[in-house]
């Protein structure tokens, strides 16, 4: 009853801890990320496709062209000097919300006075916003929208996105979005919005590339660079009933997302990529190969200005991150994350939880914990060989805490179930095993299995002749006969016990006791007639000490018998008595019964003497016919 309650508390345990990750709570999903993290930081993205440049707007650049914001012709000439070097797509992870406060026509917009004169100062006044604006359209460049919760009711245009099925339901919704102004709007060449996928742990792992706004849907910066890369007008979103199947830019031009329409950035070291100021462009001093063919991104990196986001490296600027995610999209090494993974891996651990609360019952505490190793290693292994060779984000965190509980809660159980054991072994064999035979029982408690084998076995039965005299002479004295008896059994089960036997129980006067259990033991046979000897030697002296005392002399008979017989705990698993049943036992203590009638001390079958007939001397008595028996037996003695 134990063993089952132990087994269905590991059961609950396992059913628990499958419906934790079915749930899959905040610690699950951080356990989760931080192992593919770690995968990223000792196994970073192998290629870089030497295509991306990072610019930054730094503190010193903010001390030598003044504080932010900066007028847009500004802006301008640092736009038109990384296209005129060769740059084939700029992206601007700035937001340009609003006009240039700085511009001499937004000014005079708020200054009273008629139409004429107003029209004939703004063709003398600079426009920032008009300058930026021409060289935003004379290049491929990428302007930043932001998303926000409160509901717009107008929405800026963008890319035509169509789509198949019903993309809407399956990716992020947000109330509203914040656009450049529409003058900057209508000539960058793409709008993209800046937003990565919320995590628990606020790391930054991957990005939506499409979101939803009152059912519109809008493309990602990192989407409007790949379109402007293969020089498409459009973006088709494919939905099926498990979510967003894929994004693509043309036929065979598409991007590997999850359900969400979320995109995994595959990151490299941050030192890979080559990062520039603003005062080196505008000072000319700088390789323009640090630009040829490559893509752009502009932001802040200056402290109070810039934002920073956690990555699996560390703290980094937005345009950093972005970086990344065009890098990915570059070298094509992208992460994947089937949306059945989650289900496969939940299958996973059931079937391997059902392997481990069958397997470690059966497996010693010492064993168990290489197997533990052997297991979670593994899996770790083998979740880290398919990130490094395929890209494939397998968890192997919850897994292996979940096999290290189940582990735990059996290997507990099973050491617990052990102990109890070890104890009842004591208890029940001290005083009928050798100490040395006990601790073998107590290490291994195996061989005391429950129902037992079939084994050859010999046992020896062994009474005292003319107890009814004997006990009559204590008659009034139960206490006296008790000592006597016990005085007795103990010198005799001395000599079995050190003979390698085991007491099976005492009848009264008789012993019986066997030999090849629980311990195997080849010389059984010899070790019995040896024990039936010594027995007799034994009783020669304890016979003198008792004539000394003036107490009445002993005289036994002694059977031996070898056989087939079944051996082990008889009974129940609360409560057991470790013992032999079969005709070869019966026979044994049939062999003792007619000793008395043969006139002979020792009587010994002939399976017994049988094997070892040149280690003792044998005489031969007679063929009998035993009680239960049809057939005659030979029975033999040892020669005095």
């Known amino acids: 009853m134990r063993i089952l309650t132990s087994i269905w508390m590991v059961v609950l345990l396992a059913i628990v801890l499958l419906g934790v990750r079915v749930n899959n709570p905040d610690f699950v999903k951080i356990l989760k990320y931080k192992t593919w993290d770690y995968f990223q930081v000792i196994h970073p993205r192998d290629k870089v496709s030497d295509s991306v440049t990072v610019v930054n707007i730094t503190e010193a650049d903010l001390k030598k062209y003044g504080q932010w914001p900066w007028p847009r012709h500004i802006m301008a000439m640092v736009h038109a000097k990384i296209v005129d070097s060769g740059a084939i797509i700029v992206n601007h992870n700035i937001l340009y919300a609003e006009p240039d406060r700085m511009s001499g026509v937004e000014y005079l917009k708020s200054m009273p006075m008629d139409n004429e004169l107003r029209e004939q100062l703004e063709q003398k006044l600079l426009d920032t916003d008009g300058i930026f604006a021409v060289a935003l359209n004379q290049s491929n460049s990428v302007l930043m929208m932001s998303v926000k919760n409160e509901v717009d009711n107008i929405l800026p245009s963008t890319t035509q996105i169509i ?130 063919n490559r893509i752009v991104v502009i932001g802040l990196d200056a402290a109070g200005l810039s934002v920073l986001k956690y990555t699996p490296f560390g703290l980094t600027t937005d345009q950093a991150i972005t970086a990344q995610a065009l890098d990915t999209l570059l070298t094509g090494e992208f992460l994947l994350r089937p949306a059945e993974a989650d289900t496969y891996e939940i299958l996973f651990m059931a079937a391997l939880g059902l392997l481990l609360i069958v397997l470690i019952p059966r497996t010693s505490v010492l064993l168990s914990v290489p197997l533990l190793v052997f297991i979670t290693g593994g899996i770790s292994y083998a979740s880290f060989m398919a990130y490094a060779n395929k890209g494939w984000l397998v968890d192997p965190s919850f897994a292996v805490l979940f096999i290290f509980l189940i582990w735990a809660h059996s290997t507990y159980n099973n050491f617990a179930t052990q102990s109890r054991l070890r104890k009842q072994i004591k208890k029940q064999f001290e005083h009928y095993l050798d100490p040395g035979m006990v601790k073998k029982l107590q290490k291994d408690p195996s061989l005391l299995k429950l129902g037992g084998e079939t084994r050859e076995m010999t046992f020896l039965f062994s009474d005292i002749r003319g107890f009814t005299p004997i006990s009559e002479k204590y008659k009034g004295n139960p206490e006296g006969l008790t000592k006597l008896i016990n005085r007795f059994l103990t010198r005799m089960t001395d000599v079995i016990i050190a003979n390698g036997g085991t007491i099976d129980k005492f009848m009264g006067d008789c012993i019986m006791a066997f030999w090849n259990a629980p311990i195997e033991n080849r010389k059984h046979r010899e070790l019995a007639v040896k024990s039936a000897l010594e027995m007799t030697v034994a009783l020669k002296e ?55 009638t043969l006139g002979k001390t020792i009587v010994i079958g002939e399976d017994t003497r049988h094997t070892i007939e040149t280690a003792y001397p044998f005489d031969y008595i007679d063929s009998i016919t035993v009680k239960g028996k049809t057939e005659e037996i030979k029975v033999y003695t040892i020669k005095s």
């Open 163 to 292: 789509k198949k099925g019903n993309p809407s339901q399956w990716v992020y919704e947000f109330g509203g979005i914040v656009a450049p102004t529409p003058k900057l709007s209508a000539t960058a060449k793409g709008l993209g919005v800046n937003v990565t996928s919320p995590e628990p742990d606020a790391v930054v792992r991957k990005m939506p590339m499409i979101i939803s706004i009152n059912g519109k849907l809008y493309p990602s910066m990192i989407l409007e660079n790949l379109r402007l890369l293969y020089g498409s007008n459009r973006i088709k979103v494919v939905a099926k009933e498990h979510g967003i199947d894929e994004i693509l830019i043309k036929k065979d031009v598409g991007i590997p997302v999850n359900h969400n329409a979320e995109m995994y950035i595959s990151y490299t070291d941050p030192a890979n990529y080559v990062h520039m100021s603003v005062d080196e462009i505008m000072s000319g001093d700088f390789n323009e190969n640090k630009f040829k």
């Open 542 to 596: 304890l016979n003198m000490h008792l004539q000394a005392e003036g107490l009445p002399q002993i005289n036994i008979g002694i059977g031996i018998n070898t056989g087939d017989a079944l051996v082990g705990n008889m009974g129940s698993e609360q409560r057991f008595d470790y013992s032999v049943i079969g005709d070869a036992v019966n026979l044994a203590s049939r062999l003792e019964s007619s000793s008395k």
